[in-house]
């Protein structure tokens, strides 16, 4: 079945710098790669997803790369802010076959 | 609201107690799914609908837990005969077919 790997487990970094968090999959098939936003005593929230034919997608300051050959996908978040500290997931595929999750904390 | 609700939010209960928790989904939204989540953890896949059919289950959906979405709109989560390692938070997700799914806010039960 798919296995999701993600890194790192918690990222520190200043306010207004950029983010990234890195996931590999191992199931070739697998088309569909959401990440995942969950803030304390919440349910994880959708912020951008990508599918298998395009490699690269943008939201505001958020975008999503997807290197299909390598299995590898990536989050990028610029211009840090506050209320981004928060715990991120990557997932694949419809069942949703989550990561471990990266602790976010954007420093003052 | 027109999001995903679950309930209750809390449940604590004891040993070997039977628990259901229920999951109303986004109304147009024909799938279902439950995930358990533990501490630390991201959430791990046991089980979804496709309207009322139960299309999949987790190999850690044991025989103590059964779900079902008798008229493919609600569904509901039982535990048989819960053991503290059941503790987890237990969300639901609805969506549109394939693709984007929408989360409650869970429910989260300790097993005392």
Partial sequence: GENVEQHPSTLSVQEGDSAVIKCTYSDSASNYFPWYKQELGKGPQLIIDIRSNVGEKKDQRIAVTLNKTAKHFSLHITETQPEDSAVYFCAAEDKIIFGKGTRLHILP | ?112
């Fill in chain 2, 1 to 112: 609201d027109t999001g995903v609700s679950q309930n209750p939010r809390h449940k604590i209960t004891k040993r070997g107690q039977n628990v259901t928790f229920r999951c109303d989904p986004i109304s147009e939204h024909n799938r279902l799914y439950w995930y358990r989540q533990t501490l630390g953890q991201g959430p791990e896949f046991l089980t979804y609908f496709q309207n009322e059919a139960q299309l999949e289950k987790s190999r850690l959906l044991s025989d103590r837990f059964s779900a079902e979405r008798p008229k493919g709109s609600f569904s509901t989560l039982e535990i048989q005969r819960t053991e503290q390692g059941d503790s987890a938070m237990y969300l639901c997700a609805s969506s549109l077919e394939v693709g984007e799914q929408y989360f409650g806010p869970g429910t989260r039960l300790t097993v005392t």
